[in-house]
Nanobody, 125 residues
Framework: QVQLVESGGGLVQAGGSLRLSCSASGRAFSSSATAWFRQVSGKERTFVAAIAWSAIPTYYADSVKGRFTIPRDNAKNTVNLQRNSLQPEDTAVYYC??????????????????WGQGTQVTVSS
């Protein structure tokens, strides 16, 4: 069993940076692919970035490639989402998700078994 807690959300101006953190409990986390998704009210949850348990490979949505990175620290049971050059269209609730152990990361939300409660990020223009 893995429990995930996101933190770091808030209000930021366009062009700014913000780091989200996902802290996990459970021994399986260090062996699990982890991803970030985001959701705008009334729309489907969309893929942002994913990272394998070994930190390689990583995957990014085209809309965030070059602006976001997804580092992880298995010793601390954390996966972060470093976001630079934020734009108003990055406004959403951001969710951390983890898979069952030893699987490659996926871009599909349905592949993930564990989810955090989400953290709101608002980018003002």
């Amino acid at each position: 069993q893995v429990q995930l807690v996101e933190s770091g959300g808030g209000l930021v101006q366009a062009g700014g940076s913000l780091r989200l953190s996902c802290s996990a409990s459970g021994r399986a986390f260090s062996s699990s692919a982890t991803a970030w998704f985001r959701q705008v009210s009334g729309k489907e949850r969309t893929f942002v970035a994913a990272i394998a348990w070994s930190a390689i490979p990583t995957y990014y949505a085209d809309s965030v490639k070059g602006r976001f990175t997804i580092p992880r620290d298995n010793a601390k049971n954390t996966v972060n989402l470093q976001r630079n050059s934020l734009q108003p269209e990055d406004t959403a609730v951001y969710y951390c998700a983890a898979d069952t152990p030893c699987r490659l990361p996926s871009r599909a939300a349905g592949e993930y078994d564990y989810w955090g409660q989400g953290t709101q990020v608002t980018v003002s223009s």
